[in-house]
């Protein structure tokens, strides 16, 4: 399966980059990580590092592409115009309560994605 | 969850300090006091989580299972939490709560089905910010789903306002400042 994986450096976006190469490793699956920038605090730079990091222990092949402007529509766009199979995203922290979140990046995915989208928790 | 939960500038209240008793709308006498932190009361609150229907699981919380209620009522029950419960005798109605996140702290309420509608969910969560208040607690927000349309009245007729309404669930706040107890 070609699989498109939106990581913007947060945990839960690198969580997800975990649980998507581990996969990847038993079913063989062609995966991309894009890396989208949201907050001016953290340096593309240091996302690509934590996200070189996993791969390399990970032992599979991965394509990375950093992808400028708003996160949610690039990777939308990315996805559909180069026939992906699947958009993968982290999301859904949760609140000190317990609550679960979605945040806004996963929400303009869910919402706009034509492709089938999958929420790593 | 967006990282700056702000809340409304004005300060809100009076409220009500627990314990307080008062006669529900179906006609029950209802006691709202603070847990004591005792296995008795522990067990009468898993009593009511393994008893909530799951239409009224919001945002995954409370968990389906006893196992996992009782990890999460761990959590939500230690000691820097604030903790205000309903009774009915010896059962439990229903049942708010205050969770520390930095400097503010996260409010949710829950009303067991046979007890909704009935004033209790108002008592309760005015009991807990009187509570609150008394702990020297000013800051309090929470998140509702937009669609929840009973609880987003209660939190609005108790003083919460909504403080961002960009994703999908509301966040709103309460200013406790100043605020007096009664």
Not at chain 2, 166 to 179: H, K, V
Request: hydrophobic share 35%; proline share 4%.
């Amino acid at each position: 399966m070609k699989i498109l994986l939106g990581v913007d450096g947060t945990d839960t976006s690198l969580h997800a980059l975990e649980q998507t190469v581990k996969r990847a490793k038993e079913a063989g699956d062609d995966v991309t990580v894009g890396i989208v920038t949201r907050d001016s605090d953290r340096s593309v730079a240091g996302t690509r590092s934590d996200v070189d990091e996993i791969i390399e222990s990970s032992e599979i092949d991965v394509t990375v592409q950093h992808l400028d402007g708003d996160p949610g529509s690039q990777l939308v766009e990315l996805a559909e115009s180069e026939d992906f199979d699947k958009l993968v995203i982290g999301g859904g922290k949760r609140s000190p309560m317990g609550k679960i979140q979605i945040g806004s990046l996963a929400e303009f995915i869910l919402l706009n994605s034509r492709i089938t989208v999958s929420l790593i928790r | 969850m967006s990282p700056d939960h702000t809340c409304p500038d004005d300060s809100a209240g009076p409220f009500p300090l627990p314990p307080r008793t008062f006669t529900d709308r179906a006609g029950r006498d209802i006691e709202i006091r603070v847990y004591d932190g005792s296995e008795d009361e522990y067990e009468a609150l898993v009593e009511m989580y393994r008893g909530f229907d799951s239409k009224d699981r919001a945002q995954g919380i409370p968990p389906g299972r006893e196992e996992r209620i009782r990890k999460w009522l761990d959590n939500i029950l230690s000691s820097e939490c604030l903790n205000v419960i309903a009774w009915d005798g010896l059962a439990v109605a229903g049942h708010a709560t205050l969770v520390p996140d930095d400097e503010s702290y996260e409010l949710a309420i829950f009303v067991l089905q046979v007890y909704q509608q009935a004033g209790i969910g108002t008592h309760l969560i005015e009991a807990l910010l009187g509570h609150g208040i008394t702990s020297d607690i000013t800051q309090v927000w929470l998140t509702v789903e937009r669609w929840n349309n009973a609880a987003v009245g209660l939190y609005e007729k108790v003083g919460f306002e909504v403080s961002d309404s960009e994703s999908f669930e509301l966040q709103m706040g309460i200013n406790l400042d100043n605020a007096e107890t009664y």
